[in-house]
């Protein structure tokens, strides 16, 4: 069984969600993954950053420097405003068990081999910035959809109330 050592990047709609994926990775027991580190992220109004210690393998370790061996600070920079992002270092068998952790949690996952975080900082960075700029495209057009219905739903209901007079 081959074992990947990966930098995992898990984006949160809410930062209460992202507080229960914290826990939920201090408390996995997966033959399949192994998270040695993690970090969680969060980008407040005024453009302030807060690190939260997440967990690490060894007691006294300072997570929030020691998390995904440097990646909290190459991805910082890339965390959205108002935006909620765990960092960690996994050691995985297959991505099944954080795939399905991210999927239960609503989050989005982007995994990177922790060699190429290392190597190739740039690389990585931009990595996650198309990432994060994909999600966004995305979260747009949510908004556009959801307020097109909206629209819709006024527009049908005004019609109602006028046949209806």
Do not use: C
Not at 12 to 39: C, I, M, W
């Amino acid at each position: 069984m081959s074992v990947s050592e990966n930098v995992i990047a898990l984006r949160f709609a809410d930062r209460a969600t992202a507080y229960q994926a914290l826990s939920g990775l201090k408390h996995l027991s997966s033959p399949n993954a192994e998270v040695s580190g993690a970090v969680l992220v969060e980008h407040l109004e005024g453009g302030t950053m807060r690190f939260t210690d997440g967990m690490g393998r060894e007691a006294g370790r300072n997570t929030a420097a020691t998390a995904a061996r440097g990646a909290v600070d190459l991805f910082t920079p890339q965390v959205p405003p108002d935006g909620t992002v765990i960092f960690a270092e996994a050691r995985e068998t297959n991505t099944e068990t954080l795939d399905l952790l991210a999927l239960w949690y609503g989050a989005v996952l982007e995994r990177r081999p922790i060699d190429a975080v290392h190597s190739e900082p740039e690389a990585a960075a931009a990595g996650v910035a198309d990432m994060i700029s994909r999600i966004e495209a995305r979260d747009r057009r949510d908004r556009e959809r959801a307020e097109t219905a909206a629209t819709f739903e006024n527009v049908v209901a005004s019609l109602k109330q006028k046949s209806a007079a």
